[in-house]
């Protein structure tokens, strides 16, 4: 989908709303509180009325759009900006480009990234690798012993990436043996091939009776072949560099709070850059997903 396409195909409310709606509701109209399918449309009023119980809703009623001022013009066009922008896209931009606040534009990008994040996640088989990187704190300039002693206070990122398949980044407490066997007993399928780690010690314990490979990054070896498998973590790394370049570029300094978003954004897109309907699969989770209240967002973390 190009900027020109989404012009022309979704320029009014009303074929933004006609869209919605078949993605929301794909075999009919369902009232939202009954289930009840004798819904009638109210055109003027924009919304359906409940033949039975008489409530009345509209298309984005009880979704991530609930109570928007914005038009659906403009939200289809940031939905465009995110899955487009191979990197990420900083609020900013957003809000130069489309001509609206920071704040609208930060609000905004965050209720899409909300119902990125609840797009369903299957077990990774095969051949999965994975590894753990920092991100925050200072960066330019650092030595290598300021790193070191630094280290704890930066955000412990654990990425898990299905070779030819799906990738999976967690912010994480730590990367100890504990925290990794759980981000792996939930998202690796338990009959998986191998695991492919480096040779971080607490990977060992962490992958339980599963197949592991290590390479040994401490003694500088990346790649090692056997027979003709590769045993390697250069796509899961490969995978982080596209992270920090995201973050360094275009986010410019995400918060330790809103990192988990920025991960799910990232791995949302990053899982279906080959897909033709990534712009309407985007509205289809943003049209099937809870609301998101500002003051949801900006709420302290509790736990
Ligand atoms: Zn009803």
Same mark, same amino acid.
């Given at each position: 989908?190009?900027?020109?396409?989404?012009?022309?195909?979704?320029? @009014?409310?009303?074929?933004?709303?006609?869209?919605?709606?078949?993605?929301?509701?794909?075999?009919?109209?369902?009232?939202?509180?009954?289930?009840?399918?004798?819904?009638?449309?109210?055109?003027?009023?924009? #919304?359906?009325?409940?033949?039975?119980?008489?409530?009345? &809703?509209?298309?984005?009623?009880?979704?991530?759009? +609930?109570?928007?001022?914005?038009?659906?013009?403009?939200? =289809?066009?940031? $939905?465009?900006?995110?899955?487009? /922008?191979?990197?990420?896209?900083?609020? +900013?931009?957003?809000?130069?480009?489309?001509?609206?606040?920071?704040? @609208?534009?930060?609000?905004?990008?965050?209720?899409?990234?909300?119902? !990125?994040?609840?797009?369903?996640?299957?077990?990774?088989?095969?051949? $999965?690798?994975?590894?753990?990187?920092?991100?925050?704190?200072?960066?330019?300039?650092?030595?290598? /012993?300021?790193?070191?002693? +630094?280290?704890?206070?930066?955000?412990?990122?654990?990425?898990?990436?299905?070779?030819?398949?799906?990738?999976? &980044? &967690?912010?994480?407490?730590?990367?100890? @043996?504990?925290?990794?066997?759980?981000?792996?007993?939930?998202?690796?399928?338990?009959?998986?091939?191998?695991?492919?780690?480096?040779?971080?010690?607490?990977?060992? #314990?962490?992958?339980?009776?599963?197949?592991?490979?290590?390479?040994?990054?401490?003694?500088?070896?990346?790649?090692?072949?056997?027979?003709?498998?590769?045993?390697?973590? +250069?796509?899961?790394?490969?995978?982080?560099?596209?992270?920090?370049?995201?973050?360094?570029?275009?986010?410019? #300094?995400?918060?330790?709070?809103?990192?988990?978003?920025?991960?799910?954004?990232?791995?949302?897109?990053?899982?279906?850059?080959?897909?033709?309907?990534? =712009?309407?699969?985007?509205?289809?989770? !943003?049209?099937?997903?809870?609301?998101? @209240?500002?003051?949801?967002?900006?709420?302290?973390?509790?736990?």
């Amino acid at each position: 989908m190009t900027l020109p396409e989404i012009n022309s195909l979704y320029s @009014t409310d009303e074929r933004c709303r006609e869209l919605l709606k078949k993605l929301r509701w794909p075999l009919g109209v369902e009232c939202l509180r009954c289930k009840s399918n004798k819904v009638y449309e109210l055109p003027t009023q924009k #919304k359906f009325e409940c033949s039975e119980c008489k409530y009345q &809703f509209s298309v984005i009623t009880q979704t991530i759009f +609930n109570d928007t001022h914005l038009p659906l013009e403009t939200w =289809f066009m940031a $939905v465009l900006l995110l899955v487009e /922008a191979r990197k990420g896209i900083s609020a +900013n931009q957003v809000k130069r480009t489309l001509g609206i606040s920071y704040k @609208t534009a930060w609000y905004l990008c965050h209720r899409i990234r909300k119902a !990125m994040a609840g797009a369903h996640k299957p077990m990774l088989d095969g051949t $999965v690798e994975m590894d753990e990187t920092y991100i925050g704190g200072k960066q330019r300039g650092a030595t290598s /012993a300021w790193r070191k002693a +630094n280290q704890h206070k930066k955000e412990v990122v654990i990425g898990i990436r299905q070779r030819n398949g799906e990738l999976r &980044f &967690f912010h994480a407490e730590d990367a100890k @043996t504990g925290t990794l066997a759980k981000y792996i007993q939930e998202h690796v399928s338990a009959d998986v091939d191998v695991i492919v780690t480096d040779d971080l010690p607490a990977y060992q #314990k962490a992958v339980g009776t599963h197949k592991h490979e290590t390479v040994n990054h401490t003694a500088k070896e990346y790649v090692r072949k056997v027979d003709d498998f590769c045993i390697t973590t +250069n796509t899961i790394e490969s995978a982080f560099s596209l992270l920090k370049r995201g973050i360094i570029g275009s986010w410019h #300094k995400v918060s330790a709070k809103h990192l988990s978003a920025y991960l799910e954004e990232m791995t949302f897109r990053f899982n279906r850059r080959k897909r033709p309907d990534l =712009f309407v699969d985007t509205l289809r989770h !943003m049209v099937t997903a809870d609301p998101m @209240t500002f003051e949801d967002l900006t709420a302290e973390k509790t736990a």
